[in-house]
């Protein structure tokens, strides 16, 4: 088991820049590959990126790349979400998510955080 708890997340003007940051209980964190989603109301979560287990790897869906950067900190059992640039239609709900492999499927992640909200106005 792995449990999750997001945090970073509040009111942020848009063009500004906020650091989400998900902490992972347990001692298997180095052996999952974690993902962030976003869920705007009323619609399903989104991938918004994804890093391995060892950090080599990362990816992101074209919407957030050149202004949002996954990394992890297997040590610390964290992994962060720095996100700079913030337009309107990027607020949700933002989830970690933990799973064997990197993939943009919600469904194929194991375990989630509660949920951290960024709301951007206009």
């Known amino acids: 088991q792995v449990q999750l708890v997001e945090s970073g997340g509040g009111l942020v003007q848009a063009g500004g820049s906020l650091r989400l940051s998900c902490a992972a209980s347990g001692r298997t964190f180095s052996s999952y590959a974690m993902g962030w989603f976003r869920q705007a109301p009323g619609k399903g979560r989104t991938f918004v990126a994804g890093?391995?287990?060892?950090?080599?790897?990362?990816y992101y869906a074209d919407f957030v790349k050149g202004r949002f950067t996954i990394s992890r900190d297997n040590a610390k059992n964290t992994v962060y979400l720095q996100m700079h640039s913030l337009y309107p239609d990027d607020p949700s709900v933002y989830y970690c998510?933990?799973?064997?492999?990197?993939?943009?499927?919600?469904?194929?992640?194991?375990?989630w955080g509660q949920g951290t909200q960024v709301p951007v106005p206009s």
């Open positions: 890093i391995k287990r060892n950090s080599g790897s990362t």
């Open positions: 998510a933990a799973a064997v492999r990197v993939t943009s499927r919600p469904d194929e992640y194991d375990f």
